[in-house]
């Protein structure tokens, strides 16, 4: 089976820091995969080459059968790169929710504008979805009226709503008080049992041991371990990864 997601020897330069360093990785259809490390390691920065939020330096990415070759320019990489943003969905630490439209009308923007998708078909998909996240019935308050927990479950529904292959998380539970966290995990977990590709980056250790199919773990750039959760949690390979865990059991991020 070819994978849904291929990264192969992947470089990401900010001026002369080399932020990820020869990066490879194939993600299978219906994978979730966690991403650990350290603050700085490069979790977020590679999430985000994945979609060309960050144009990477060197090296391919192929999302659903659409590769795009980094640090190449011209008319035919943008309409790839466009391509690929439309296979995948991404969810932010923050939930970048327009503050002037209701719960539905931020849902259907992207499909309307983005997709060109009719309004009649993008409002009936909004209401699944907002309804898959337990918040049809606030579909039409304001963000202004919503807790954090809410306002990011309508995050994960409006990128649900553009029909995505792949659904990127970065750290989606970091800027949330404690109370809230769970209620966007149990979301998170419902996505992930329906069938849908995943790659999380996360703090959430309970979570990626319970819903993850692998957890990789990143340090100074690179991918230092990648295995199923069992094994890596109760077996780290690299010195690094034991260290890690070892920190998150004591409370420290």
Known sequence: MVPIVRISNLDKYFGRLHVLKNISLDVEQRQVVCLIGRSGSGKSTLLRCINF??????????????????GEKGARHRQLVHDVRLKTGMVFQE???????SVL????????????????????LGEENLDRVGLLFKKDEYPMRLSGGQKQRVAIARALTMEPRVM???EPTSALDPELIGEVLNVMK????????????????GFAR?????VLVMGDGELIEDA???DLFNNPKDPRTK???????????
């Open 168 to 170: 990127l998380f970065d």
């Open 105 to 124: 009308e931020n849902v259907i923007e992207g499909p309307v504008i983005v997709k060109g998708m009719d309004k009649k078909k993008a409002i009936e």
């Open 53 to 70: 939020l960050e144009e990477p330096s060197h090296g391919s990415i192929e999302v659903d059968g659409i590769k795009v070759e980094g």
């Open 210 to 214: 319970e819903v993850a199919d692998r």
């Open 190 to 205: 419902k996505v992930a049992t329906e069938g849908m590709t995943m790659l999380v980056v996360t703090h959430e250790m």
């Open 95 to 101: 939930f970048n929710l327009f503050p002037h439209m």
């Open 228 to 230: 199923k959760p069992a």
């Open 243 to 253: 260290a890690l865990i070892d920190r998150y059991r004591t409370g420290e991020q």
